[in-house]
C-alpha cells in the first residue's frame, strides 16, 4: 500500500514499507484503525510491461486521479526488457539510407521478435503467478476489507488490466476464495481487457467475488497494445487483430450476457489508448464513465 506523498513528485518518489509476513495481520490492523479517511478502497491488477517502479507509479497516480485508496498486487511482467523503442529508432534511421537499409529492417525484424519473447514470457509468469495472487487476494478480503466494511461500511472496486486479465482467469480455475462469496468487491472494472474473447461472460461470471451486476468490461477498438497482442496470441494473422476482450470487433458475444459493457471507441481523447481510465488527459466522457465504478460515487 502507498502512503502519502506530495502529488508534484509522484513520478519521482515514493515510500514503502516492509512486513515480515508474520506481521502481516496485525500491520494490517494498523492500516485498519487508521485509515478513517472516507475514501474508497480500489485493488488494483496490472497487466504486462510493468516493473515494481513503474507500477507504483501507475497505482500513485491512480489513487490521485480518483482519491481512492490502493491496494496493489506487483506480478513479475517485465522480467526481460527487451528495449524495442531504441532498436526501432535506429533501425527505421538505417533503413532510410540504401547503404544500410537491410541491417536497418534486421534490426527492426529483431525488436519485434524480441518484444514477442518478453510477452510471451510475461504470459508464462502470469499463469504461474496465479495461485499467489489467489492466496494475497484471499489474505487481503479477511485480514483488511471484511474488517474495513465492518468499520467504515467503504466501497470497494477490483480493478484489472490488460494481461492482468490472464493472472485473473488462470486464479479462478484455483477455487478458493475467487468461486466464494465470504466477501464481495461492491464494483469491478475489467479494463483494456489482453485476454480472449471468446467465451469470456463464463469464466467472468463464475467469479463469485463481484456480482455480475456489478461488473464492467470495457473496450477501445483502436487500442493499439491489444491490436498487437491480437496479431500475436494468432500466429501473426492480422485478420484476428480485433479478438481480445478489451478490443472486439464483434460484439455478439455481449448478447445475453449478465455482465455490463463500455466502448470507450471514438470518445474524445482515446484514440490508441491502453490506460484510458487514467490517461492524464482523458475526456470527461471517459472519467464519467469510470468514476462510479472507481469510487462508488
Known amino acids: 500500500m502507498l502512503h502519502d506523498i506530495p502529488h508534484k513528485t509522484i513520478k519521482k518518489t515514493y515510500e514503502l514499507s516492509l512486513v515480515e509476513q508474520n ?10 484503525a487508521s485509515c478513517d479517511n472516507g475514501r474508497p478502497w480500489v485493488f488494483f491488477l496490472h497487466g504486462n510491461n510493468q516493473t515494481l517502479s513503474k507500477n507504483l507509479v501507475k497505482s500513485r ?4 486521479e480518483y482519491n481512492v485508496n490502493m491496494i496493489i498486487f506487483s506480478w513479475p511482467s517485465k522480467s526481460y526488457d527487451p528495449k524495442m523503442l531504441p532498436k ?3 533501425g527505421t534511421l538505417l533503413s532510410a539510407n540504401l547503404p544500410t537499409k537491410q541491417i536497418g529492417k534486421w534490426i527492426q525484424k529483431k525488436a519485434f521478435k524480441d518484444k514477442v519473447k518478453q510477452y510471451k514470457r510475461a504470459r508464462l509468469f502470469a499463469e504461474k503467478t496465479a495461485p499467489t495472487f489467489n492466496i494475497a487476494l484471499h489474505r487481503i478480503m479477511e485480514d483488511l476489507l471484511i474488517p474495513l466494511r465492518n468499520e467504515y461500511d467503504t466501497h470497494s472496486c477490483l480493478l484489472v488490466h490488460s494481461l492482468g486479465h490472464y493472472v485473473l482467469r ?3 480455475t484455483e477455487g478458493s476464495p475467487l468461486f466464494d462469496d465470504t466477501y464481495k468487491f461492491n464494483k469491478c472494472m475489467l ?5 480472449e474473447n471468446a467465451n469470456h461472460a463464463e469464466w467472468i461470471s463464475s467469479l463469485k467475488i463481484v456480482d455480475n451486476s456489478d461488473t464492467s468490461i470495457t473496450r477501445n477498438k483502436k487500442d493499439i497494445v491489444l491490436l498487437m497482442s491480437g496479431v500475436v496470441n494468432n500466429d501473426l494473422n ?3 487483430a480485433c479478438t481480445r476482450l478489451g478490443n472486439r470487433w464483434d460484439r455478439d458475444s455481449e448478447e445475453g450476457s449478465p455482465l455490463n459493457y463500455i466502448d470507450f471507441t ?5 484514440g490508441l489508448g491502453h490506460g484510458v481510465a487514467w490517461d492524464d488527459d482523458r475526456s470527461s466522457e471517459v472519467d464519467d464513465l469510470c468514476r462510479p465504478i472507481l469510487t462508488g460515487e
Open 23 to 32: 506481521n502481516v495481520s496485525d500491520y494490517l490492523n494498523e492500516v485498519i
Open 88 to 90: 526501432l529508432v535506429i
Open 266 to 270: 471514438g470518445l474524445d481523447d482515446v
Open 238 to 240: 492480422v485478420l484476428k
Open 61 to 64: 497516480i491512480i489513487q490521485d
Open 191 to 195: 479494463h483494456q481487457a489482453d485476454e
Open 170 to 172: 488462470k486464479a479462478a
